[in-house]
């Protein structure tokens, strides 16, 4: 018996600077795997230092879904199920055992729900109405129509609208909208790298060091030289916004580090935050926690342990 006669899915998860990757590559070689990456901003080309892909760490194991758009343009969770089913069906067809990897949790849970949201067409008429509204009535009006679980539905007006658009098209396809609630994976089992609080502070320290002694400042400073506007960097976050806001004046050097070291650690308490409540939202795919300290043997070895 392999694995993929008793699962169809292991994810490997947790905060940022556990190591989710090197435990990925691991257990990839144990079970016959290929890792789909489960990272909101690695889909990005050109954006390397930045996001921590560390390609080197897969040495020869396939990962799918990094850099599969370019720099400046807007991923979507749409865009990125279908990807995913892709890139899933592709890796069973081959015999190799799925492995998800990342930490960004709405595309981790909203795999181990079993969404899969339906294309939506542009409805014109719909937009030019919605075209005056501010981006608080746009809320409002999305709120009406559904529960806000996602607050990247209304982080723009381009967004927010869209929000409204796809619900719109629900309530007037009811079979549409069936095919998007959710129908959880009951043979998934899930993986959480777990570190301690202040060793994961001082990963997040000892890594931006690094990372910008690598010259992730060049890094930022190419996209920009290439023409993407520094608000689509400020955008997605932590390390571009803050070496875009120090490259285009706003802030110094100074400032840019020690914020963004800020921003990093409060990112990673709001990661562990949606995973406890992931554990409530998703009860079919209970997350295993295991310590980061473990070794490569031992760790890999737990996580068999747990194959049914």
């Not at 719909?126 to 679980?149: G, P």
Request: hydrophobic fraction near 35%.
């Amino acid at each position: 018996m392999t694995v993929t006669d008793t699962l169809s899915l292991i994810v490997i998860t947790g905060p940022t600077a556990s190591g989710k990757t090197r435990r990925a590559v691991e257990l990839a070689r144990a079970v016959d795997g290929e890792i789909i990456s489960a990272d909101s901003r690695q889909v990005y080309r050109g954006m390397d230092l930045g996001t921590g892909k560390d390609l080197e760490e897969y040495d020869g194991i396939p990962v799918h879904l990094i850099d599969i758009c370019p720099a400046g343009y807007k991923y979507n969770l749409y865009e990125y199920l279908r990807d995913y089913r892709k890139a899933y069906d592709g890796i069973v067809a081959r015999g190799k055992m799925p492995i998800l990897c990342g930490g960004t949790g709405l595309y981790v849970e909203s795999v181990l729900k079993g969404l899969s949201l339906p294309e939506v067409p542009e409805n014109t008429q719909l937009r030019r109405s919605l075209e005056s509204k501010s981006l608080a009535e746009l809320t409002e009006i999305l709120a009406s129509m559904k529960s806000l679980h996602n607050v990247t539905d209304v982080d723009t007006v381009k967004r927010a609208v869209r929000a409204i658009e796809i619900q719109t098209y629900y309530a007037e396809h009811p079979d549409m909208s069936e095919q998007a609630e959710p129908h959880p994976l009951t043979d998934a089992l899930t993986i959480g790298v777990e570190v301690d609080r202040e060793t994961r502070r001082q990963r997040i320290t000892e890594r931006l060091y690094s990372r910008l002694n690598a010259g992730m400042l060049d890094e930022v400073r190419n996209l920009l030289d290439t023409g993407i506007p520094a608000d689509d960097l400020i955008y997605y976050g932590l390390e571009y916004k803050y070496l875009t806001l120090h490259l285009i004046g706003q802030i110094s050097y100074d400032e840019m580090f020690t914020q963004l070291e800020i921003a990093i650690h409060q990112f990673a308490k709001r990661q562990m935050t949606w995973f406890r409540g992931m554990e409530r939202r998703v009860p079919t795919s209970p997350i295993h926690w295991l310590p980061s300290a473990l070794s490569s043997a031992d760790f890999t070895s737990a996580v068999l342990s747990l194959i049914p």
